[in-house]
């Protein structure tokens, strides 16, 4: 799929993983699509050498349901989301200046879908280290930074936390700010991955 729409230039296109890195070292662009399954260098290393390399730039993923356990990897190399591969133009237009303007694409939906299934497989603290490391992480959180925390990682949007929490969404919107300015957090998709590696919400505890 060739991306045109206004507002957004494609910069370079790469066959493989290797070309990806080579082309945003390159021509620094502000967002990277790449594929998990790339000839050679995967989308996955690919993304973790792009955004260690070319500080600023975004990635966002493309998968396939038949691929979704890699949802969970592409999470935790970086990237600020994941879209299907079948993905209108439109829609994929549109997450390109979501990710732009600094959110996570991550519908709540898919998140709970896909993070959920497979993030029993994801490296986790063992049973015995899980209240230290707990604490460790989440200590600069108050009781409730720590619930819209839990809440972010089960997937929900800023609407459904106000709704969750009887709050308004400015108010939310503060949290999950101070959330991120505590814990060093880039976007919404390192906060669910956090809340499930520090054990904050276990798989398959969502509804």
Do not use: W
Not at 49 to 54: D, G, N, P
Not at 129 to 156: C, F, I, K, M, Q
Not at 166 to 184: C, D, G, P, Q, Y
């Amino acid at each position: 799929m060739i991306l045109t729409a206004r507002g957004i230039d494609v910069v370079a296109e790469a066959s493989d993983g290797a070309e990806a890195v080579a082309a945003a070292v390159l021509h620094r662009p502000d967002v990277a699509l790449l594929d998990i399954r790339m000839p050679g260098t995967d989308g996955l290393e690919a993304a973790r050498r792009i955004l260690a390399q070319v500080p600023g730039c975004r990635v966002i993923m493309l998968t396939t349901f038949d691929l979704d356990h890699y949802v969970y990897a592409a999470l935790s190399a970086g990237a600020s989301g994941f879209l299907l591969k079948d993905v209108t133009s439109a829609h994929l237009a549109a997450a390109v200046r979501l990710v732009d303007t600094g959110d996570a694409l991550l519908a709540p939906s898919i998140t709970r879908r896909l993070v959920e299934r497979f993030a029993a497989g994801a490296p986790r603290p063992a049973p015995g280290a899980d209240g230290p490391a707990l604490h460790r992480d989440l200590a600069p959180l108050t009781p409730r930074e720590a619930e819209v925390l839990a809440l972010l990682g089960r997937g929900l949007s800023n609407t459904e936390l106000a709704r969750e929490l009887t709050l308004s969404e400015s108010t939310v919107k503060t949290h999950v700010a101070r959330i991120f300015a505590k814990l060093n957090l880039r976007d919404r998709a390192q906060a669910v991955v956090l809340a499930y590696e520090t054990g904050l919400v276990a798989p398959g505890g969502a509804d």
